[in-house]
Structure formats: C-alpha cells, structure tokens
C-alpha cells in the first residue's frame, strides 16, 4: 500500500518547485522526460502518480527508469483529468492499494504499478521504432526549415545595454545534466568571467552555484520569482506574432523586460543575441541538441537550432555532459605515496622530540582500541 499527502500540477517542472519530501507526485506527463525524473528524485518524492502514459514506446525517454530505479514507484493512473481537477486538491490524502486509487475511503480509479523490467522492455522497443521517427524528424526539421530560414538569418537582437564586443559568454539551458556540467567548468567561469545568460530555469542554477545572471531570456514557465527579481535584465521570448504567454508573470512583478519575437527555442535566440552583439566565445551548458531532446519537450524538429548552430559557427561551444568526460581517480598507489610522505618526516622528528614521540604513541594506541 502506498499512502501519502498529493502535491497536483500539469506541468512536472512546476510541481517540482513546490512538492517536499515524502509528498506523492499527481502529474499528467506523457513520456516522463530524464531532466522532469531527476527533479521529482531531488525532492525525494515518496511516488509519483502519472495521469498519461509514462513511457508510450514512441521512443527511449528514460525518465520512468530513473525514478524506479531510486526506489520511487510509479504507477499510471486510469482517472479521469476532469475528476481528478473535480475531487482532489493538493495537500488531500490518497492510497494506492491492491491497483485502487482511494480517497476518503471511496474507490476513485485505478492504477497500473511500473516495474523496472517492464520499462526496459518498453525502451528497447522504443529502440527499435527509431529508424522510423528518426525519418519523420528530419522531414519535419528539413521542412521548418525552409521556411524559417530568411527569419533566422537576418534575425536581430534587440538592444539590453551589455556590451558583449570580444567578452565570452555563456549560456545556461535546462537540459539534461545541466547544473553538474555547470558545476565542472566552475574553473573557466571564475578566469574568464563571461556574461551569463540563463534560459528561463537555468537561472535558478546558476545562482544555486553562486553565479549572477546577466540576463534571463525565455518563456517565464519555469523560473523562479526570486531569480526574476535578482537579474536586471530579462528578454521575454515572444512568438513571431509578438504573442507572449510569459508576458503577464513579468508585469505582475512589476519588473522591466525587453520583449523579443522570434521563432524556435529561447536558447536559440540567446545564441543569436550574443552572436549578433559580437561575443568572441559562445559556451552553452545544458543545450538540446538531438531528437531525443526535442521529442522530450514535445517538437517534432530542430529547424531553428540546425539554423542557429550554422550561423553562429566555430565560436560555439557546446560543454554539455562535460561532467562526464573526466572523473578524476586516484589510485591506492598514489594514497600510499602520500602516505609516506607524511609519515617518514614525522618518523625522523620523533625520533629526536621524545614529546612528539609521546604524542604519536598516544595516537597509535588510541587507534588500536577503536579497531579492537
């Protein structure tokens, strides 16, 4: 039986800003993305209830395994969206036994339990259908194309007061592993010091790592109020009809805000923003840069970030998953030498200070008893 107080949210990354430990996750994601799992991980939720298919089969997402795989169940639920807004509110209590979704003692629904070797059965399916989306992907990325091609290449940014002239700048997305690769290039941010400009949530890592945006461009669907209001500068994207759903949340804070219609992704346009003020450097940290990527936030292609990516040329730098490029490890080999480098000066002293000497003999019958 699985019991617990429900946090309820359509978008997963905006419950995750809200639900506690121990709290049961209700969401409604279809294909759970690996960035929305990690999330949910973070918070240590006690289950996650999905509303859609966890993982439909169309291709790998990974997200499922990540959550079973830390011990957090997952279970599909067959409730309907409109019941479940009509009859559960956040902070109620729910159980899950037997496939039962219970509340207030009343059978609600019922729920399918995920096991991790019914989703890795799911996924290596999912590999096989990849040939086939792989085609339809390109065929739409080719066609956007075509069609966006004029608007990207003679897109101006508009004018926010930084000097980008020669100065490198990095750009932090929410991607994939984002904030570990934020945290490996620590050295490069402290000696070059770049103008940072983070993509909506990205800017909540950025100052969890101790470093001030510049800039926040995009949406305004996943950052936090309190990193709104720590950056001076924010660049709403707008669609190219200058229809802007993040407008309102901006106003409502009553902070300043330089609107910017363009299509494709915020961090397309963050990329042309530094290109087109003259930056020397473009690094991008947490980019999305391939099909699994773009089907986990629900494009069919990549048009713009083909275009954007060809644009912009040698000066970029992708640094995502450059956490795992290198771990360092230290053998026993180099511990032992280290160790004697230690231990042979103290040897030497204590054998000409008898109170040094007394004190390593203290030390080393009080190892004794700890082990004995």
């Not at 993509?199 to 990193?227: F, N, R, T």
């Not at 690094?283 to 970030?305: C, Q, W, Y």
Request: net charge negative.
């Amino acid at each position: 039986m699985i019991r617990g107080r429900i946090i309820i949210d359509k978008k997963t990354k905006l419950l995750a800003k809200r639900i506690k430990a121990n709290e049961i996750a209700v969401i409604d994601h279809e294909d759970i993305d690996q960035l929305a799992a990690k999330s949910l991980v973070e918070k240590q939720v006690k289950a996650v209830f999905n509303l859609s298919a966890s993982i439909t089969g169309k291709y790998p997402n990974n997200g499922p395994l990540v959550l079973l795989e830390k011990g957090i169940p997952l279970i599909d639920v067959d409730i309907g969206k409109s019941e479940v807004s009509r009859l559960l509110r956040d902070g109620d209590y729910i159980k899950y036994i037997d496939g039962d979704i219970v509340y207030n003692e009343v059978k609600i629904g019922q729920g399918h339990q995920l096991t991790i070797n019914e989703v890795k059965e799911k996924i290596n399916k999912a590999q096989e259908n990849m040939e086939q989306e792989l085609s339809k992907f390109i065929d739409n990325t080719l066609a956007f194309a075509q069609k966006e091609k004029n608007i990207i290449v003679d897109l101006e940014a508009p004018e926010i007061g930084i000097d980008f002239e020669g100065k490198h700048v990095l750009i932090v997305a929410r991607g994939a592993d984002y904030k570990a690769d934020l945290s490996a290039i620590k050295t490069y941010i402290r000696e070059m010091n770049p103008i940072i400009i983070a993509v909506d949530g990205g800017a909540d890592a950025c100052l969890e790592y101790g470093y001030q945006p510049d800039i926040i461009i995009g949406d305004m669907d996943s950052v936090s109020d309190y990193a709104l209001q720590k950056t001076k500068n924010i660049i709403v994207h707008a669609y190219p009809d200058g229809n802007a759903p993040g407008l309102s949340r901006v106003k409502e804070l009553g902070l300043d805000y330089v609107l910017y219609p363009a299509p494709g992704t915020s961090e397309d346009i963050a990329m042309i923003l530094a290109d087109d003020k003259g930056a020397e450097l473009i690094t991008v940290v947490g980019s999305h840069s391939n099909m699994i990527d773009f089907l986990e936030k629900g494009r069919p292609g990549m048009a713009s970030t083909l275009l954007v990516r060809l644009r912009i040329g040698s000066k970029l730098v992708d640094a995502r998953g450059v956490s795992k490029l290198y771990q360092s490890r230290i053998s026993s080999h180099y511990w032992f030498q280290f160790l004697i480098a230690i231990f042979i000066p103290l040897l030497i002293i204590s054998l000409f200070s008898p109170s040094l000497k007394n004190i390593l003999q203290l030390l080393a019958l009080k190892i004794k008893l700890i082990f004995h």
